[in-house]
């Protein structure tokens, strides 16, 4: 009865006071046939105050609403729609009579229905009398559709009822399968006889003759059926099994499984219970324990780097051991294995291993030619903890992701998408792109065109910065965000050096390289491997040099 026009009533009254008076913040689609609306008091610098969440499935084989407490918008594959609703402010909802659609009416004479009509269910944006935007628009017939031919007026008398030959579909066409296959019981229960039974279809045997059971009166039937209207009318929600499915009902049916009186808890606790229904749950937790265990084998690898990061802090650096020794080269006896001197970094004494058949000097250069690959292996060992704590925060995003997941379909095309199924390690950004670190900035770049496209489409983000030399073919770039902090013009140039020298500039004195937000980047169906659309750009000149 999700879609029941008696259940959308009660669920109408429940919105009005929640959302009357809130402003309309956004609307977008970040799955086929789902929409989510934001509704707010204001918008915030970075988020929205005291936000009202409508989530809108429309799918062919399940409609239906529910309202999350909160909702995080994908990074990526995110469509806004209803733009011109933003900021307006919404002036009441409005169920209309005896038909399964309700509206948000909005200032300027927009109303946005919500059409739950089995597999035609749809958005339809109105402006006055007349559609302006669908949500679904392969439902062209909704594009007819008139804002006052909505309400739907039915004669629902005692004569109309006796006109229709006792039958109560025809004049309650709002009832729908459940309230029917209820009526049908009380209508067999109220026989004649006073014998109860457990379906319309049930029969009583006499000998080897089998007659149809009894059932009321036609004026039986119709008191039955005003005890069922008033029954409607009450704000008891039932979440039942029935007929092998989750059902949310108004009326006793089924297996009980959850009572509720508040119209929104109903429908959020029916949203999820029947999209866990089945293997769903299964699925999503052995997706979840791989991950998991993804996530443990990165911690490991971040904790275990870190201790070699600050054992190596509170060692004695090998350049320091040089300065040492070229500061007191006349104290050094020759052919020494070891010598005492005065470490003038800590104030203290400092034990030196030599190589006796080195000259003083000779043993300081090859303290400073370790100390250049102590260096190397330092910054080789912070350029990999920071993107094995960008391959932690992906993995988290997984779960978080996964964990929302209420349809199965939805969360095998993910799991398949983000190569999710197999315990095999995801290939990092290491593994699939040529890398560097520059003042604590990962920089990634792309090998060909292929490869290109894969960085772009897959691995970067729209706060990341994305850079390409200029009117060449050339690698793409991209600087990977840090929350809250602005690219330092150091880092762009860094890596706008880097796009120069992976292009068919790199020989020449100075290279154009165009730099933009990810977020302004576009891939057209169509384009050619590596080849990209860009909405917005800037231009630096720089001179090619490598990693």
């Avoid at 949310?248 to 009980?256: I, M, N």
């Avoid at 350049?319 to 007191?328: D, F, P």
């Avoid at 799991?415 to 900035?441: A, D, M, R, V, W």
């Amino acid at each position: 009865m999700h879609q029941n026009y008696h259940f959308l009533r009660h669920l109408t009254e429940a919105l009005r006071p929640l959302v009357k008076g809130l402003k309309f913040m956004e609307c977008f689609s970040q799955e086929k046939d789902e929409l989510v609306i934001a509704l707010a008091h204001a918008r915030g610098k970075n988020n929205y105050y005291r936000p009202f969440y409508i989530r809108a499935t429309l799918r062919p084989d399940f409609a239906c609403l529910n309202f999350p407490e909160d909702f995080n918008r994908a990074r990526q594959n995110s469509a806004d729609l209803f733009e011109n609703l933003y900021d307006l402010e919404v002036v009441d909802v409005r169920q209309f009579e005896n038909e399964r659609a309700f509206g948000l009416v909005l200032e300027n004479n927009f109303t946005l229905i919500f059409k739950l009509f089995g597999n035609r269910s749809n958005a339809v944006l109105f402006q006055n009398d007349e559609v302006i935007d669908l949500f679904h628009n392969r439902l062209v017939s909704d594009n007819n559709l008139r804002l006052s031919e909505l309400d739907r007026e039915l004669d629902q008398t005692w004569e109309a009822y006796q006109a229709a030959n006792c039958d109560h579909r025809k004049v309650f066409p709002t009832f729908g399968k459940e309230v029917n296959a209820y009526l049908e019981e009380q209508f067999v229960g109220a026989g004649p006889r006073g014998v109860l039974f457990a379906s319309a279809q049930a029969s009583v045997v006499t000998g080897a003759v089998a007659r149809p059971a009894p059932t009321a009166h036609p004026e039986q039937r119709w008191q039955i059926i005003q005890d069922t209207l008033t029954l409607l009318s009450r704000p008891a929600f039932t979440i039942s099994l029935w007929n092998h499915q989750p059902t949310l009902t108004l009326v006793p049916l089924g297996e009980v499984m959850r009572e509720h009186t508040s119209a929104i808890v109903a429908i959020n606790d029916f949203y999820t219970t029947y999209n866990r229904v089945g293997v769903i749950a299964k699925e999503k937790g052995e997706a979840l324990k791989i991950l998991q265990k993804r996530i443990h084998r990165t911690e490991q690898y971040l904790e275990d780097s870190f201790q070699k990061l600050v054992g190596k802090d509170g060692e004695v650096k090998n350049e320091e051991i040089g300065h040492i020794l070229m500061a007191n080269l006349h104290q050094i006896p020759e052919r020494s294995e070891r010598v005492t001197l005065f470490d003038f970094y800590r104030n203290q004494d400092i034990d030196i291993k030599l190589k006796s058949d080195l000259t003083p000097q000779r043993n300081a250069e090859t303290y400073y030619r370790k100390s250049k690959n102590e260096r190397i292996e330092i910054e080789k060992l912070q350029e990999n903890i920071a993107l094995r704590e960008g391959e932690l925060e992906e993995l988290k995003n997984h779960v978080s992701t996964i964990e929302e997941f209420e349809s199965l379909k939805l969360l095998r095309k993910y799991l398949k998408t983000n190569n999710l199924l197999s315990e095999t390690p995801i290939l990092s950004p290491t593994q699939l792109f040529k890398h560097t670190e520059f003042e604590g900035y990962v920089i990634l770049i792309g090998k060909n065109a292929k490869n290109n496209d894969l960085l772009t489409k897959k691995y970067a983000y729209k706060e990341d910065l994305w850079l390409h030399a200029r009117d060449v073919a050339g690698s793409h770039v991209v600087v990977k965000y840090k929350a809250g902090k602005k690219f330092p013009n150091s880092v762009i140039e860094r890596a706008a050096q880097i796009a120069a020298w992976y292009s068919k500039r790199r020989n020449e004195t100075l290279c154009p390289v165009i730099m933009t937000p990810k977020k302004f980047v576009r891939k057209p169906k169509g384009l050619p491997e590596g080849e990209v659309i860009l909405d917005k750009e800037e231009v630096v000149m720089v001179e090619p040099k490598g990693v």
